[in-house]
Nanobody
């Protein structure tokens, strides 16, 4: 079972990036899939999640207006569209999948990707 995150890179403040997380090895259509991030020197934090029910999404409040999480169950892929990026969004972004339903707690996610680095310069 693998989760492969991609799409990270360097962008100036105000720019956009789209992250993708491709799942392989099993079907994740009934799993909640989520994005977490870890900034330098900080703990990993929840960003957004998409339930297996298409249209059920969850966000950390401060990111709801700028980030959009979505999933394609046919392609077994999770996305995170990030707009109006700020320097404080600089972090390694991780995707995760869990069978326990929506949660902001990383311990409840069963599978993790390797992370993709997003760097936002001012």
């Amino acid at each position: 079972v693998q989760l492969q995150a991609s799409g990270g890179g360097s962008v100036q403040a105000g720019g956009s990036l789209r992250l993708a997380c491709a799942a392989s090895g099993r079907t994740f259509s009934t799993y909640t899939m989520a994005w977490f991030r870890q900034a330098p020197g900080k703990e990993r934090e929840f960003v957004a999640a998409a339930s297996w029910r298409i249209g059920s999404t969850y966000y950390t409040g401060s990111m709801k207006d700028r980030f959009t999480v979505s999933r394609d169950n046919v392609k077994n892929t999770l996305y995170l569209q990030m707009n109006s990026l700020k320097p404080e969004d600089t972090a390694v972004y991780y995707c995760a999948a869990g069978a326990s339903g929506y949660s902001t707690t990383e311990g409840l996610y069963d599978y993790w990707g390797q992370g993709t680095l997003v760097t936002v310069s001012s």
